[in-house]
């Protein structure tokens, strides 16, 4: 882009840094449109890329205090939304997989690769690692819930504790099985999380 474009450009990433939604707002109109027709080149879905940029808006906005030292906004824009490209294909291919396992899982005859069964092993092997590590209340009400099938009023009745208790309790559970699933690599993070709302 020529001289001036750039210049603004410069000042509006200027400005939101110091947290001017005006300039925010000019900037999102200005290259959402550019940025989702890369994007879609890319991913060959349009649905995918405007999420892809719509989720480059929202991290541009929580590291906004970043922009300031950025030298081409042009340039910087088009590379971020390429590098969430990536990264998305990326996890597409993680999910073509996780899906044929969920496939073995639900009809273990229509496969028999011997690395899937390994992988289903594994991933059983370090969800029983989280959840041993789990303080005593929240194992208990994760077990009863994906174990027994209970509702969270059925085990806060057979607890004696109150269903929004429950819930805590689910959701701390569920936030410690991801986090030490993600220290171990993103596929089987990945796969926790088809296994777990399947």
């Known amino acids: 882009m020529d001289g001036p474009v750039l210049h603004s450009e410069l000042e509006l990433f200027r400005r939101i840094s110091e947290g001017d939604t005006d300039a925010f707002t000019i900037l999102f109109r200005q290259y959402f449109e550019p940025l989702k027709w890369n994007a879609a080149k890319l991913l060959k879905s349009d649905f995918w890329a405007e999420e892809v940029v719509q989720d480059v808006f929202t991290q541009l906005w929580s590291g906004r ?12 824009l088009f590379r971020i939304t390429a590098n969430r490209c990536f990264d998305r294909i990326r996890r597409q291919a993680l999910e073509v997989k996780i899906q044929y396992l969920i496939t073995h899982v639900i009809r273990p005859e229509a496969t028999s690769n011997q690395q899937n069964s390994y992988d289903l092993n594994v991933i059983e092997k370090l969800i029983r690692e989280a959840v041993d590590q789990l303080p005593a209340q929240q194992k208990l009400v994760f077990e009863l819930q994906r174990n027994k099938e209970l509702s969270y009023q059925e085990i806060a009745d057979q607890l004696r504790i109150s269903r929004n208790t429950v819930r805590n309790h689910m959701v701390k559970a569920l936030q410690a099985i991801r986090t030490h699933l993600a220290s171990k690599g993103e596929f089987f993070l990945l796969l ?6 399947f």
Do not use: N
């Not at 205090?65 to 910087?76: C, F, H, I, M, N």
């Open 65 to 76: 205090e970043r922009l300031a030292e950025v030298q081409s906004p042009d340039a910087y």
């Open 192 to 197: 926790f999380s088809v296994w777990y709302h």
